[in-house]
C-alpha cells in the first residue's frame, strides 16, 4: 500500500487531495490548489478582443483555442501548453513536489479607491502534463470532483497504522486532535483556532475525538457524484462521445443530446473489466520486473563474489611473476658473483706467477752481477755465453704480454632489461572466455528445392568476442554431423541437399579461448519444386537476401590440418559418390579455404583419384635471403644479386606424395639456378645442394646435374630456357626425389632414402625469375610407374 502514496498526493501541495477534481488531462487537483495557481487576463487583453481589433497573433491565441476546445463537444477540452504572455510579470513558483505552478494575481484594488475592474478571464494550466485551458463562467466549479480518489484516501488512511494527521498543517502536519463532522476535516489544535473558531456559524458544528471521526467517515453513506452541468442531478448515463457520465437533462437539452449514450452502470461493469483485464497484463510486468530485480540483485552478488575472486587470482598472477623475476634476479647475481670469482682467480693467478718469475729474474740478476765481480778470465768465459743467454731468455719472457693484465676491471655484462620492461607495460587482460552458444533465427531460416538458407546470431547480451561460426548439417538420414560452413557469415546456403529429406542443422561459435556450446538443433524438409500449389515449406523464404555464402555439404572439401608449429598442410577429403572437384586455386591460401567463388573462374575439372594430397603454398619470404624479391603474392621470385641466394616454400612436408612446378620467366646470360627441397636451416647464400641440407637439380641451357653436400651425379642431357617448367616430385611414402623438365623426367630417381621435414627450394641469381605453381596432380610418368606392381 505505500507504493500507492505516491498516487494519492496532489502534485501542487504535496499532501493527500483535499476536494479533488478532475481536469480534462485526466489528472488530479485539491480544489484549493487549482484556485491558487489560477492566472487571470484581462479581458481587454483577451484573445477574443485582440482577434476583434484585429491584431497579430499573439502568445494568448492558444488560450482561445484552449476555450474553443473547451466548449467544443468532440474534443478533448486540452491543447499543449506553451507559456502565458504574462510569464515574466508573474514569479514562478513551484510545489513541494517540484512542480511549477503560477501564484493568483493581485487581489484588486477596494472599490472606494478606484472603479470595478473589468472582466478577467480565468486560465488553469495542469501542473503535470503543462497543458493549459480556460475556464468558463462556471469556473472550478465546471470540473467534476472526484469522490472515488476521495474515498480511496479515506480507506488508505485509515488502513495505516500512524495517528490521524491535520489535514490543514502547511508544512510536518501534526497529529490530529478533533474531526468536524460537518467540514469532514481532522484539524491540530492551532489549526482549530486558526481556521475553525468556535463563533458565528462554526458553533454549530459538532467536533469529535479522531478516533471517532474516523469511524463515523467510514459508516457515513458516500455522496453520490452530481452533475457538473446541473448539479441538482445525478449522473444517470454514459456519453461514449464525450466519455463522461451525464445526467438526463445534458440529453434532453444539453451539449450531449446528439450524442450516443449507454446505461451507465452497463458502462461501470464493462470500464471495470476492460481495467481488470489490463491490469491482468500489467501485473504480469510487474512480476517480471520483480523477477528481474532479483536477478539483478544476484547478479552484485555475484560480482561482488566473482570481483573477490579475480582479484585474488590477479593477485596470485603478479605475484608467480614477481617470484619468477626473483628467482630469475637470483640466478643473475649467481652469474655476477661467478665472474667475479673468475676475475679475481686470473688476476690472482697472475700475480703468483708474476711473483715466482719476479723472484727468479732477481736471483739470476744477483748470480750475475756476483759472477762481474769475479777476476777469474778463463772462469768467466766458461759460464758468459750461457748466462748472457739466460739473461737474454728471460727478457724475452718479460716482453710477450707478461705484463699486461689478463682481466680487466670492468664486468662485460649489460642486462637487457628492454624487452622485459615493454612486456610488463603491454601487460593487460585477455578474453579468457568462450562464446555463448549462436541462436538460430527462425524467421530467416528456409528450404527451397535441394538448398537450404540459415541463419544465426550471438544472444542479445553476450559480451564475449567472436572470431568465427563452425555450421554442421547431417546426411539426411539422421547419421554423423559433419562441417559445412567455417566462416565469420552469421548466414549461410547450403545447396546439393536430396530432394525431399530432413536434415538437422546446428552452429557453435568459437574464439582463441575455445568453441562454445552447440546451438538448438535445427530441422529442415527439403521438396522437390513441383510446382503444386500443395508444396509448403518449413520456413518462409525471404523476399530480400543479401549475397550469402553458398557450401555444398557432399561435395569434396579441404580441411587444414597442422603439420608442425608455424605450419601447415591440406588434405583432400571426398564422399563416394562425388567423383570430381571444381575447384578454384587461387582462392585458397595458407589460411583455409575460400568458398565464395562467384566471380572467380574455376580451373580444370580434375579427377578426384588423383588428388589423393595436394597442398597449396608460396614462398616464404621471412625464412628468404635479404636479396630475394616477392612478387604475384609471393608465388614469383628474382634477386638483385649476381650471387646465388636460397628461398624456401611456406609449407614443409613429412609425408605423403606431393608436386610442384616452376615456370621460367625470365633467364638471362646463362645462369645457373637449382631446385630442390631442403632444411629449414640450409645456407641462404650459396647454390643449392652445396651443404648437406639440400638435394637438389641445377641446371644451365645445355645440361642438368643433381647434387647434394657439394657432390655431383648423374648428368643428363638437356637444359632450361625462358618458358621452360621444371617439376618436383616429392614421394616421401618411397622417400625418393625425382625431377623432370617439360614434363621429361631428369635421368632415374634423384635421390632417395629421404627421412624428416623437407621445404619446397629454390637458389638463382637476378638473371633468372621463376613462377611456383602448386596444388597439381601426379604426372603421368609417375602414375603409370606407381601403378605397376
Known amino acids: 500500500m505505500e507504493e500507492m502514496e505516491e498516487e494519492l498526493k496532489c502534485p501542487v501541495c504535496g499532501s493527500f487531495y483535499r476536494e479533488p477534481i478532475i481536469l480534462p488531462c485526466s489528472h488530479n487537483l485539491c480544489q484549493a490548489c487549482a484556485r491558487n495557481i489560477l492566472v487571470q487576463t484581462p479581458e481587454s487583453e483577451s484573445p477574443q478582443s485582440r482577434r476583434a481589433s484585429g491584431s497579430a497573433v499573439s502568445d494568448y491565441d492558444y488560450l482561445d483555442l484552449d476555450k474553443m476546445s473547451l466548449y467544443s463537444e468532440a474534443d478533448s477540452g486540452y491543447g499543449s501548453y506553451g507559456g502565458f504572455a504574462s510569464a515574466p510579470t508573474t514569479p514562478c513558483q513551484k510545489s513541494p513536489n517540484g512542480v511549477r505552478v503560477f501564484p493568483p494575481a493581485a487581489p484588486p484594488p477596494p472599490a472606494t479607491l478606484a472603479p470595478p475592474p473589468p472582466p478577467r478571464n480565468a486560465c488553469l494550466t495542469c501542473p503535470q502534463c503543462h497543458r493549459s485551458l480556460v475556464l468558463d463562467e462556471r469556473g472550478l466549479r465546471g470540473f467534476p470532483r472526484n469522490r472515488l480518489l476521495e474515498g480511496v484516501i479515506d480507506r488508505y488512511q485509515q488502513g495505516r497504522a500512524a495517528a490521524l494527521r491535520c489535514q490543514l498543517c502547511e508544512k510536518a502536519p501534526k497529529e490530529a486532535a478533533v474531526m468536524c463532522e460537518q467540514c469532514d476535516v481532522f484539524y491540530c489544535d492551532p489549526c482549530r483556532l486558526r481556521c475553525h473558531p468556535p463563533r458565528g456559524p462554526l458553533a454549530k458544528h459538532r467536533l469529535v475525538p479522531p478516533a471517532q471521526g474516523r469511524v463515523s467517515r467510514r459508516l457515513s453513506p458516500r455522496k453520490i457524484s452530481t452533475c457538473t452541468d446541473h448539479e441538482l442531478e445525478n449522473h444517470s448515463m454514459y456519453c461514449v462521445q464525450c466519455k463522461s457520465p451525464v445526467c438526463y437533462q445534458c440529453l434532453e437539452e444539453g451539449k450531449h443530446s446528439s450524442h450516443e449514450v449507454k446505461a451507465l452502470g452497463a458502462m461501470w461493469k464493462l470500464h471495470k473489466s476492460q481495467l481488470s483485464q489490463a491490469l491482468n497484463g500489467l501485473s504480469d510486468r510487474a512480476k517480471e520486473a520483480k523477477e528481474f530485480l532479483v536477478q539483478l540483485r544476484n547478479m552484485v552478488q555475484q560480482i561482488q563474489e566473482n570481483s573477490v575472486e579475480f582479484e585474488a587470482c590477479l593477485v596470485a598472477q603478479c605475484d608467480a611473476l614477481i617470484d619468477a623475476l626473483n628467482r630469475r634476479k637470483a640466478q643473475l647475481l649467481s652469474r655476477v658473483n661467478k665472474e667475479h670469482e673468475h676475475k679475481l682467480k686470473v688476476v690472482r693467478d697472475q700475480i703468483s706467477h708474476c711473483t715466482v718469475k ?108 567472436v572470431e568465427g561460426y563452425i555450421l554442421e548439417l547431417d546426411d539426411g538420414n539422421g547419421g554423423q554431423f559433419r562441417e559445412v560452413y567455417v566462416g565469420k557469415e552469421t548466414m549461410c546456403t547450403v545447396d546439393g541437399l536430396h530432394f525431399n529429406s530432413t536434415y538437422s542443422a546446428r552452429v557453435k561459435a568459437f574464439n582463441k579461448s575455445g568453441v562454445s556450446p552447440y546451438s538448438k538443433t535445427l530441422v529442415l524438409q527439403t521438396s522437390e519444386d513441383t510446382q503444386s500449389e500443395e508444396q509448403t515449406l518449413p520456413f518462409p523464404v525471404p523476399l530480400e537476401r543479401s549475397q550469402l555464402r553458398r557450401m555444398s555439404p557432399f561435395s569434396s572439401t579441404l580441411n587444414l ?88 616454400g611456406k609449407t614443409g612436408f613429412s609425408k605423403g606424395l606431393h608436386y610442384w612446378e616452376l615456370s621460367i620467366d625470365r633467364y638471362d646470360n646463362h645462369p645457373d639456378p637449382a631446385f630442390g627441397v631442403a632444411r629449414i636451416d640450409v645456407l641462404k647464400d650459396a647454390m643449392l645442394g652445396k651443404d648437406d641440407k639440400a638435394w637438389a637439380m641445377y641446371v644451365d641451357n645445355n645440361r642438368s646435374w643433381f647434387m647434394h653436400n657439394n657432390s655431383h651425379t648423374n648428368r643428363t642431357e638437356g637444359g632450361i630456357t625462358k618458358g621452360a617448367t621444371v617439376g618436383v616430385l616429392l614421394d616421401l611414402t618411397r622417400r625418393t626425389l625425382t625431377f623432370s623438365i617439360n614434363e621429361d623426367q631428369q635421368g632415374p630417381v634423384a635421390f632417395e632414402n629421404l627421412e624428416g621435414l623437407f621445404f619446397p627450394a629454390v637458389s638463382l641469381n637476378r638473371n633468372v625469375q621463376v613462377t611456383l605453381h602448386t596444388g597439381l596432380p601426379v604426372p603421368e610418368f609417375y602414375a603409370s610407374r606407381s601403378a605397376m606392381p
Open 358 to 465: 719476479l723472484r727468479q729474474t732477481t736471483g739470476l740478476m744477483e748470480y750475475c752481477l756476483e759472477v762481474i765481480k769475479e777476476n777469474d778470465p778463463s772462469g768467466f768465459l766458461q759460464i758468459s755465453d750461457a748466462l748472457i743467454r739466460r739473461v737474454h731468455l728471460t727478457e724475452d719472457q718479460w716482453g710477450k704480454g707478461t705484463l699486461t693484465p689478463r682481466m680487466t676491471t670492468d664486468f662485460d655484462l649489460n642486462l637487457d632489461n628492454a624487452p622485459l620492461l615493454q612486456s610488463i607495460h603491454q601487460l593487460d587482460f585477455v578474453q579468457m572466455k568462450v562464446p555463448a552458444p549462436p541462436i538460430l533465427q527462425l524467421e530467416e531460416c528456409c528450404t527451397h528445392n535441394n538448398s537450404a538458407t540459415l541463419s544465426w546470431k550471438q544472444p542479445p547480451l553476450s559480451t564475449v568476442q
Open 561 to 648: 590440418q597442422p603439420s608442425f608449429a608455424g605450419r601447415s598442410y591440406f588434405e583432400l577429403r571426398s564422399s563416394a559418390h562425388q567423383l570430381s572437384l571444381h575447384s578454384s586455386l587461387q582462392s585458397l591460401n595458407s589460411a583455409g579455404c575460400n568458398f565464395d567463388t562467384q566471380g572467380t573462374p574455376y580451373s580444370q575439372l580434375v579427377d578426384i583419384k588423383k588428388m589423393v594430397a595436394v597442398a597449396w603454398f608460396s614462398f616464404d619470404p621471412s625464412s628468404a635471403h635479404a636479396d630475394i624479391i616477392f612478387s604475384n603474392d609471393n608465388l614469383t621470385v628474382t634477386c638483385n644479386s649476381y650471387d646465388d641466394r636460397v628461398v624456401l
